[in-house]
């Protein structure tokens, strides 16, 4: 290895990546509704976000915030029944894939716009070898030969680092370890080198070793390719290493946004502050006094989405909330130059308080 | 709340000196048998836990740390004599629990209980949750049907739920709930070492936080020991005094928290610590990734286990299995670079 | 599985939700929004209700004591005092059917129950403890499975002789292998679950594991699979009967009605035939009906 991620991103970090003049997707106030027998359920409320060829951009919430759902309705594929994509727009370059019918879509799928997802085991046919399955891809949207396809999957399987690729390309997706499981997801996802890869939780059932190995590959392969990468995730940890620019979603709705130094160092939403609050941190001196540094909680726990309450979707769990934030939903507003947030109290927080 | 309806029939009685840890684990193994064929022969064994030594003194936490496949799970189900173990010995207050029947165990069990990752499949969904919690003390025939009721109701209490919801069932309640719901049936007998598999990994950020809370604060209370087992280090470094690191079946290395991370010995603790992302992006740390994979416990290789994926492994290491030493005080370590 | 389609211009919110069932409420919500959603369930439903209602009031719908002879009305055409007809003997054909799907109804019933509870011991037992037992019982169960139903409940009726209770146990025997079947594959995947687990921790009797914990969770199934085989168990009685080892003389049963008339009289006396048939042909579709309804509602992946 000649560059460590970290020093990548160091690197790239201080130069500031000039902002590409067109972004290569931009989402604009998408609207994924869920209509089930408990009520209707608004699992993307007006989400909006773009990113640059690239460029990496996080989605951070918890389970059932709708990070999951984004992805799912810019790849087109929200299960219908009981989902819905009823407003916005998913530009690819310009593009609009809302507007594509599902023949359309099929070509943009895996070709321009690739998704990997958490669990590798399920997400690989078990009954195609890895090399089939990756060629099929390349078969499918490339037009090439099934004996070109087979040698460019092979030559995939090396890019993403697995070693022996013409044999593993033989192998079946049992016969590989979970780790070579996502590598092989990764290559199945750039084969056709799309301008756009969605990675859902890519690293979440890996161990902590090999999640390292595939965010540098993920981080690697994007300097390389200049794909636009959509990290979806709910490990900070992971963000501060790979991102540049984060979303924080709470209830369907992003609450935050900014670069990821400004959003560390200071973050302009409640919900964004009690989340780095409440983890444990490796890079917190030890005090030795078990019982006397607690954790700080955020009470309560996620409303769910078919009751949600009148204002501030976070305000029963938020110390700071008030009367204005129990009636009225605040708006989304740039506090500082790029650096959004939909809280009435953002001001307060910004006098560095709290 | 009270303990009066827990003070009969406990082994051992008030025989503890206060020097006995709660629970002496001495080269525990465990191995499962690998069968195939129509005929299930023996064709190998999976080196799940293949010789592990540590103790829990009472108030204390020990975290146990590893990988998926380490074997530290298993450990914990050892312990608990929910799986056999193939050798070593087991002592909880001073008792060895190793061999001892179904029966023999019982009074043992009110001694310590477990609480497991999944907070969605750990609870019986055909049963009211109050009858959950309830439950062990009509097993072990403690207290009348009412003293029973009001020992749950105060343990619902004490975890944060509210008395009113004993009545429910598990899937009225968010994953975080129910974990509560399992911490309230393992204290029910009101244990002295309780093993956490994983208690928090499946569970979101914030309220990760709640539980964690939850937990060390009934160790204050009630001088709990603690087996911690988890994947997550900054999680294991919060709750834990002293930790242990596993790979392949083996402690690699045990140390009290402060040291284990301010001087890691073991190269795998060392490659573990680094590859944990660290969420301020500002701080720009030398990362050295551990490359390859963890080899299979069926075939673990000779030697130290590790030395396929070491830095620093000498020939040395492919040959012979490095002796845990203490490199200090309560610092052991099994390198034989150290 | 479909996906949502290229964004529609307006979406109409509560017709959307409407059909996702949002607005229902309580118990006769729930079974009036399933028959919506399953019409050919609803049919069955229908169907199996007016079965059960006719076997319960039989004394209020007949018309004539179905045992009473009456050598007037032999043959009889339908029509006229004889709404169906009437057989040589000149018993009334509407009340006959009418009582016999109380003979229909209890076999079907107590054969299904008896079998459930025989199959579901069997199938804790061998999914629980496993060892040789398991070995063994899998072994029967199999040798059991090999024959068809009919076969088998020949093979009991005939041994045992014809009585109501000797035919139900006979219809009940070859219920035993599929209840047990799917009894067992459930109880060895909840063996380990954590739950099980935490129970055997505190130390609780395998027994009662097995009772409390394990068996409430293995009986969603049944339901379903009990559904299906009532159809079937009616079935093998009208065949017991029409094959002379059923329900003997002189109560109606479907199946002997139609064995009594079909030879001699299919020509000349056709209704002595079509009305029986019709009887047993509407209760097993609708019993059919309704348990793949079932079926589909209780299916995991069919809820949200």
Redesign the interface.
Known sequence: ?TQ????R??TG?EAAPAPAAEPVLAVEDLQTYFYTRRGLLKAVDRVSFSVGAGETLAIVG??GCGKSITALSVMRLVPSPPGRIVGGSVRLRGRDLLRLSEEEMRQIRGNEISMIFQEPMTSLNPVLTIGNQISEALILHQDVSRKAAMERAVEMLRLVRIPEPERRAREYPHQL????RQRAMIAMALACNPKVLLADEPTTAL???????I??LILELQQRLGTAVVLIT?????????AQRVIVMYAGRKVEEAD??SL??EPLHPYTR??????????MP?T?T??A???????G??PPLNALPPGCAFAPRCAMATEKCQAEYPPYRELRPGHWSACWHAERLMAGGA | MSGSLLQERRPGGGANLAAEPVLEVKELKKHFPVRKGILRRTVGHVYAVDGVSFSIAQGE?LGLVG??GCGKSTVG?AV?R?VEPTSGRIRLNGHDITRLSKAE??PH??EM??I???PY???????PVGR?VG??LY??GIGTAKEREERVAALFERVGLRAAQMKNYPHEF?G??RQRI?IA?ALT?DPKLIIGDEPVSAL???????V??LL?DL??EKRLSYLFIA?D???V???S?RIAVMYLGRIVELAD??TL??DPQHPYTE?????????????????R???G??PSPIRPPPGCHFHTRCPYAEERCRREVPVAKEVAPGHVVACHLR | MSYAGPQAQAVDHGAELARAGAHVQGWGGSVLYQARRHPLGALGLLIVAAFVLVALFAPFIATHDPLATNAASSLARPGGEHLLGADFMGRDMWSRIIYGARISLIVGIASTLLGCLLGVAVGLISGFWGGWVDLVTQRVNDVLQALPLLVLALVMAAALGPSLQNVIIAISIPVIPNVARVIRSNTLALRE???V????????SEL?IAV??VL??TLAPVIVLATAQLGSAILTEASLSFLGLGIPEPYPSWGRMLSESAAEYVRTAPWLVIFPGLAISLVIFGTNLLGDAIRDILDPRERS
């Open positions: 290895m460590t991620a970290a020093a991103l160091a970090a918890e389970s370890s979970g780790g070579m161990d902590v070793t090999i999640q390292a190995q965010l540098e709910h490990d900070l940890g992971v963000v501060a290493e790979t990821v130094t560390f160092d009690g989340l780095m609050g409440s983890i444990p941190r490796l890079d030890e030795g078990k019982g540094d607690r954790l700080q909680e955020i009470p726990m996620v | 936490t990988e998926s189900r608990m929910l165990m019982r069990r009110r209980q477990i497991f990752q999944d499949s750990s609870l019986n969904p055909r049963m959950i439950e062990p097993v072990h968010s975080g709930q399992g049936r007998l979101d950020v914030s309220i990760q936080a709640q964690i809370n060390m160790q204050q994947h280090l900054a999680v470094k919060h709750i005094h928290t402060r991370f301010t490659a573990l610590l680094a590859a944990v992302p660290v969420p301020n992006p500002r701080q720009k740390r030398k990362r990734i551990l490359q994979d963890v | 679950m954590p739950f687990e935490a129970a055997r921790a505190q130390g609780m009662r409390l914990h409430p969770n």
